[in-house]
């Protein structure tokens, strides 16, 4: 059974850069495409990137293309996300969650997601 652990979360000041990390075990992250969402609170979850199994494609909601980048390295059974540039709004609880489906359509779908990480918080403030 796979399972998922997110961490790099944590208080960053507006501008500043995180690094998540979502980890799995249980199962080689190889065959699996990768979703990361993030829900505030009294807000519904939101879908923030997707990265394919292979790596080839990825996705980010408008809200954060061009500071967030998705990757994986298969070999550590690892997928980041590498946030840059944060503000005040992409404070959140942020979840990975995977899909034994390698390539998704629509990767910002929650429903599309099978396992998911605890989450771990980031928070943006001064």
């Known amino acids: 059974q796979l399972q998922v652990v997110e961490s790099g979360g944590g208080l960053v000041q507006p501008g500043g850069s995180l690094r998540l990390s979502c980890a799995a075990s249980?199962?080689?992250?190889?065959?699996?495409?990768i979703g990361w969402f993030r829900q505030a609170p009294g807000k519904e979850r939101e879908g923030v990137s997707y990265?394919?199994?292979?790596?080839?494609?990825?996705d980010y909601a408008g809200s954060v293309k061009g500071r967030f980048t998705i990757s994986r390295d298969n070999a550590k059974n690892t997928v980041y996300l590498q946030m840059n540039s944060l503000k005040p709004e992409d404070t959140a609880a942020y979840y990975c969650a995977a899909t034994r489906v390698g390539w998704l359509l629509n990767g910002l779908k929650y429903v599309n997601y099978d396992y998911w990480g605890q989450g771990t918080q980031v928070t943006v403030s001064s």
């Open positions: 990265i394919s199994s292979d790596g080839v494609t990825t």
């Open positions: 249980g199962a080689t992250l190889d065959y699996y495409a």
